[in-house]
């Protein structure tokens, strides 16, 4: 089974951008799908991006499409978080998690991940 590592993150003004890694080892990357999730004190963790194992497929929340963009690099076993256009309202912990098995509506639930990274803070300032 993998690990995940995060990486990025930190502060940055709104209207900025950061990007995120994530990166894998200890098992065969590119049989995993991948999404990110942000979490809020008190609040569930939210769904807000995914990637299919080959790359051919993403998804995002609508509150990120369009700003965000996920990517991945199986050969550096690393998925990537582009970030732009920062909003005060993207300012949470960010994970990073796998999921073996089909690519589909699956993707949204925190749920049906195996394997989650240790998480990295983004605060966006106004």
């Known amino acids: 089974q993998v690990q995940l590592v995060q990486s990025g993150g930190g502060l940055m003004q709104a209207g900025g951008s950061l990007r995120l890694s994530c990166a894998a080892s200890g098992g065969t990357f590119s049989s995993y799908n991948v999404g990110w999730f942000r979490q809020v004190p008190g609040k569930q963790r939210e769904f807000v991006a995914a990637?299919?194992?080959?790359?051919?497929?993403?998804d995002y929340a609508d509150s990120v499409k369009g700003r965000f963009a996920i990517s991945r690099h199986n050969v550096e076993n690393t998925v990537y978080l582009l970030m732009n256009s920062l909003k005060p309202e993207d300012t949470a912990v960010y994970y990073c998690?796998?999921?073996?098995?089909?690519?589909?509506?699956?993707?949204?639930?925190?749920?049906?991940?195996?394997?989650w990274g240790q998480g990295t803070q983004v605060t966006v300032s106004s």
């Open positions: 990637i299919s194992r080959s790359g051919r497929y993403t």
């Open positions: 998690a796998a999921k073996s098995g089909p690519y589909g509506s699956t993707m949204f639930s925190p749920d049906e991940y195996e394997v």
